[in-house]
């Protein structure tokens, strides 16, 4: 198994910043994907960004330019900065990585979420 713990969530005035963290740890013999998506009230789950173990980085529309995604590796540990927050920012934060486990076998896992409100 795999857990995935997440921090960073809060309350955010719009225009404002925060940084999310997600590290995961257990039966990790290397990590490929590494990723954030969101959910906001009413919504479906969206992709927010990923980054691949080499570096290779995908956003979606609504936040080029304005997150920045990142890992280190040598920790396990994904980056989400997000800037110049915007109202319909406000969701829950899901991590989520793509796992080849010690077994050789690759797994999808998910965090619990951290919520992140953009509100004045």
């Known amino acids: 198994q795999v857990q995935l713990v997440e921090s960073g969530g809060g309350l955010v005035q719009p225009g404002g910043s925060l940084r999310l963290s997600c590290t995961a740890s257990?039966?990790?013999?290397?990590?490929?994907?590494m990723g954030w998506y969101r959910q906001a009230p009413g919504k479906e789950r969206e992709l927010v960004a990923t980054?691949?173990?080499?570096?290779?980085?995908n956003y979606a529309e609504s936040v080029k330019g304005r997150a920045t995604i990142s890992r280190d590796n040598a920790k396990n540990t994904v980056f989400l900065q997000m800037n110049s927050l915007k109202l319909e920012d406000t969701a829950v934060y899901y991590c989520?990585?793509?796992?080849?486990?010690?077994?050789?076998?690759?797994?999808?896992?998910w965090g619990k979420g951290t919520l992140v409100t953009v509100s004045s």
């Open positions: 980054i691949t173990a080499g570096g290779s980085t």
């Open positions: 257990g039966d990790i013999f290397n990590i490929n994907v």
């Open positions: 989520h990585t793509n796992v080849r486990t010690t077994r050789l076998t690759y797994s999808d896992y």
